[in-house]
């Protein structure tokens, strides 16, 4: 099976949970170089290929206390989101898939 999150570049992605599922509430928080300076934009890419999330972020949310708040979005159906961070006026970068699966069947 694979991971449910891939990331690469210098931003990481952190999801904290061990699946996704649709309908749950993702709180996204990043981890980057200390040479990152502010401001950052985020964008969330659905399966679909539809842009769900696009922010400009004056800090990074870490998940730190007094850290900005993570970036949040609902999971609306399964497949493969896309998560791109990068600094706006500099050249620092993070992207990252996210696997989402379908919920199980009730009872």
Excluded: H
């Excluded at 931003?11 to 949970?17: H, K, L, R, Y």
């Excluded at 300076?37 to 842009?51: E, H, M, W, Y």
């Excluded at 989101?81 to 006026?89: E, P, T």
């Amino acid at each position: 099976m694979p991971p449910v999150i891939e990331v690469s570049g210098a931003i990481e992605t952190v999801i904290g949970v061990p699946a996704v599922k649709v309908g749950d509430t993702l709180k996204l928080v990043f981890r980057a170089a200390d040479d990152a300076d502010p401001p950052f934009t985020c964008k969330v890419i659905s399966p679909a290929g539809k842009v769900i999330v696009e922010r400009v972020l004056r800090d990074l949310p870490t998940g730190k206390p007094q850290s900005a708040p993570p970036v949040t979005f609902v999971i609306a159906q399964a497949g493969e989101y896309r998560v791109d961070v990068w600094q706006l006026y500099g050249k620092v970068r993070g992207q990252a898939l996210i696997r989402a699966e379908d919920a199980p069947p009730p009872g």
